[in-house]
């Protein structure tokens, strides 16, 4: 089995690698791509760099045979994905929810993070020194 880089994808200053091993069509290819596009295209996600591995088992046998995994840096969160589904479209849909709900968990914690200091008086805070 070999493993085909199919480059490098620039989504504005983000840049994430797709590799794939076995028989992976181009459609199914195009169609990952978009839905890795629409999840790290959103507004508000900070710089992402990594890389998307598709694979396809040549077992025929397999019930699963398509399988995913991104490890991907998000600002400076690293988010690891793995899905595995029967066909390449399902995979992808799979794929791209999960990226999703990794994303929102990193970008809500950066928001709390944020979010449990005491704001300064000029923005409303105590004046007295203490906290809430």
Not at 10 to 37: F, H, N, S
Not at 53 to 67: L, T
Not at 104 to 112: A, D, F, I, W, Y
């Amino acid at each position: 089995m070999t493993v085909k880089d199919t480059g490098t994808q620039a989504t504005g200053t983000d840049a994430v690698e797709v590799r794939v091993e076995g028989d992976v069509d181009e459609e199914a290819l195009a169609y990952l791509r978009e839905k890795v596009d629409a999840v790290l295209g959103r507004p508000g996600i900070p710089d992402v760099s990594g890389a998307v591995r598709v694979a396809r088992a040549v077992a025929h046998h397999a019930e699963r045979p398509w399988s995913a995994g991104a490890e991907l840096v998000v600002g400076n969160t690293l988010v690891v994905v793995h899905a595995q589904e029967a066909t390449g479209h399902e995979l992808a849909d799979r794929l791209q929810d999960r990226l999703r709900s990794q994303i929102n968990r990193v970008l809500h914690r950066k928001e709390e993070a944020r979010r449990s200091t005491t704001p300064p008086p000029w923005r409303g805070g105590r004046t007295d020194g203490g906290r809430a």
